[in-house]
């Protein structure tokens, strides 16, 4: 990415430069008095510094760049700019409909674009020390700006440095008009390594209040992880308790419930003082026991052992085989249950990257392919690079560098790009083994919460099926702790009655890499982060707010509406009106056969020729349910695939014509 250098080693990024821009275009806009400049000698049209002007004889407006405008900056007020408008208003028009008179002062803009960009104290004085030339009333320490604190105090706690936020605070920051007055909370813990040459990482609590953002609770840095999870989770559970389930707020009595925790498997032994997932008796859902095979622990395929019962471990009923002290969530939260098994984890970590490594190495069994067969896939694989919907964080790469996928990665090649590329590439069997997985986690991630239960007991069944045919399919030592947790996977759907997708931890790892991003050096990150985080007043959120896209551009013209129809958009009128080829049910075919018609999950492939004569009709944006894939048929190019969204819903829309 280009960069611009501002002092002598920080560098700002040109996002930040163009969102800076408009901040200072908007402070020159309303400080800048009107200045009529005629039309010269050489043709220069009609101009008022700031703002466009629209000339009598109707030339094309001019406007000051933002750049220019830092240079033109002086104390005229706005009253005076106004008086000069009034004065004249006879010669000349002028557009003022994008003039928006925000409560924002530029302080608090500049102090939003510091923390959204992550600006380092040296390119923010340096900003700071231009900009009070022209605005005395500016500090010109970014300390001073936002409101730093200058001391942290930390403790000592659990082998490290410990900050504790405070549990009300941060679930007032986090209600808003639409927080309803139950309130349930959901928490992750995990850890983070900071630096690349020593042992320092972190180790945050992370509160999310009724599927919000997750948000800090507290803060732990040390050289390795809690060495007591009784003394790491203490503050937290004594305010928690001290609430006694009711936090009264600006008039309304919220009640409060802590729901789960989405942690993975090393975090939850953590947690619930349990034996580690390669333990003989490492299955937190059912009493099954493991053997040694190839020198890995192997668990069972069966679905009918004993389960696992919350009364039980809180009388720590499971000791000397699955639990290996008391937790200090006992009495808290229903340690069996309340524990969600993330599918991130579990099944993009876990079982998808197991099989693709399979595909690539799975040395004596018939899952490995060919090298011909691999350069096939990794070609198919990037000829999908740049066609999928923008809402896709990671574009599809080669199978080469499956080492380095990221979550995402994975689970767009189980949900979307699967079912397509590896088709003729997968054994017959492989690949309706594969269908087998891809089917049961679209049913559990959708949203819908009619349709998800409907079929919910169908994809508990798939995925029976998938785990019990792993033994043949990928030698006796495939059924790993996370294959055999496939079993109990959709329980979390049934005992949180919600989309798998709401008890996923991709948002925690965005919060964690968002931490992470807050230490500019070894020395104490702990208060590096929390000056940071207190100067965001509890605004704090990693990366970008995610937008749908709803845009001509093929890759992001696809939707299904509300009524269960396809559509392609072909014209955006205005914000609210769309045209759009509705794709009829006669033209649809089913991508697939096997586990079940994929038609009546909404996944189909459409003749493209049919698409050419279909008319035009208008919608309103309103009437979209979710985005849909649309991507060419690898072994097919005459056919195009459509497979609907599943892991994201959003109301927040933005067009683009």
């Not at 693709?356 to 096939?376: C, D, E, F, I, N």
């Not at 949900?415 to 997985?437: A, K, W």
């Amino acid at each position: 990415m280009a960069q611009k250098v501002l002092g002598d080693d920080s560098t700002i990024s040109m996002a930040s430069l163009s969102s800076a821009a408009e901040i200072l275009n908007t402070a020159h806009t309303l400080q800048t008095p009107a200045r009529q400049t005629g039309t010269s000698d050489k043709g220069k049209s009609n101009t008022c510094e700031g703002h466009t002007v629209l000339s009598s004889n109707g030339e094309q407006p001019c406007m000051s760049v933002a750049v220019q405008a830092v240079e033109h900056i002086n104390e005229t007020s706005l009253e005076t700019f106004l008086a000069e408008l009034d004065q004249e208003a006879d010669k000349y028009e002028y557009d003022t409909s994008y003039i928006h008179l925000e409560e924002k002062t530029l302080a608090d803009q500049l102090s939003e674009w510091l923390l959204q960009f992550n600006i380092t104290r040296e390119a923010g004085s340096n900003l700071l020390h231009i900009l009070h030339l022209y605005h005395p009333d500016l500090p010109v320490d970014p300390r001073t700006l936002l409101g730093s604190l200058r001391t942290v105090e930390t403790e000592n706690r659990c082998g490290g440095l410990y900050y504790y936020f405070g549990l009300k605070n941060l679930i007032v920051h986090a209600i808003t008009d639409d927080t309803p007055e139950s309130i349930t909370l959901q928490s992750n813990v995990d850890g983070i390594p900071l630096f690349g040459s020593s042992a320092g990482q972190f180790w945050p609590i992370l509160l999310s209040v009724s599927g919000a953002q997750p948000s800090v609770l507290a803060l732990f840095y040390g050289d390795k992880k809690p060495s007591d999870v009784e003394s790491f989770l203490e503050p937290f559970l004594e305010e928690f308790k001290s609430l006694d389930g009711v936090l009264n707020y600006n008039g309304k009595a919220y009640t409060l419930r802590l729901g789960s925790f989405v942690c993975d498997a090393p975090a939850r032994a953590f947690m619930k003082r349990i034996i580690g997932h390669t333990g003989y008796h490492s299955c937190e859902r059912c009493c099954s026991k493991g053997e040694r095979i190839d020198s890995r622990t192997v668990l069972s395929n069966e679905v009918d052992t004993e389960l696992r019962n919350g009364v039980v471990f809180d009388e720590l009923g499971y000791t000397g085989t699955h639990q290996t002290g008391q937790s200090p969530l006992i009495g808290v939260i229903d340690c069996v249950t309340g524990f969600v098994l993330d599918y991130m984890h579990l099944v993009c970590l876990g079982v998808m990257r197991r099989m693709v490594t399979y595909w690539k190495k799975g040395v004596g069994t018939p899952a490995r392919l060919s090298p011909s067969l691999l350069r096939v896939l990794s070609a198919r694989l990037d000829l999908l690079r740049g066609k999928l919907p923008s809402d896709i964080a990671r574009q599809p790469r080669a199978i080469y560098h499956s080492d380095r996928w990221k979550a995402t990665e994975f689970r767009t090649l189980m949900l979307y790009t699967g079912p397509v590329v590896l088709e003729g590439i997968l054994s017959n069997q492989h690949y309706r083994h594969f269908c087998l997985l891809s089917l049961a986690m679209n049913i559990l991630l959708e949203k819908n919460d009619e349709v998800r239960k409907y079929y919910l007991n169908y994809a508990r069944e798939l995925l029976a099926l998938f785990v019990s045919q792993c033994h043949v399919l990928y030698g006796a030592s495939f059924i790993s702790y996370n294959i055999h947790s496939l079993l109990h996977l959709a329980d979390d759907c049934v005992n949180h009655n919600c989309s798998l997708d709401d008890l996923s931890a991709f948002p925690y790892e965005n919060m964690l890499g968002a931490l992470k991003s807050l230490v500019r050096s070894p020395n104490n990150p702990v208060a590096q982060v929390v000056k940071r985080l207190k100067a965001t007043a509890g605004s704090f959120r990693p990366g970008k707010l995610c937008h749908e896209k709803i845009s001509a551009n093929p890759r992001d013209s696809v939707f299904m509406l509300q009524c269960g129809q396809l559509v392609q958009i072909v014209a955006i009128e205005d914000n609210s009106k769309i045209l759009c080829k509705v794709l009829q049910s006669h033209i649809l075919k089913t991508l697939y056969n096997y586990p079940a018609n994929s038609k009546d999950f909404g996944i189909v492939k459409v003749l493209k020729s049919k698409l050419a004569s279909i008319a035009v009709e208008p919608f309103n944006i309103s009437d979209i349910e979710r985005k849909v894939i649309c991507i060419e048929l690898s072994n097919n190019a005459e056919y195009l695939a459509f497979l609907p969204l599943r892991h994201l819903y959003t109301s927040v829309r933005e067009t683009n014509s």
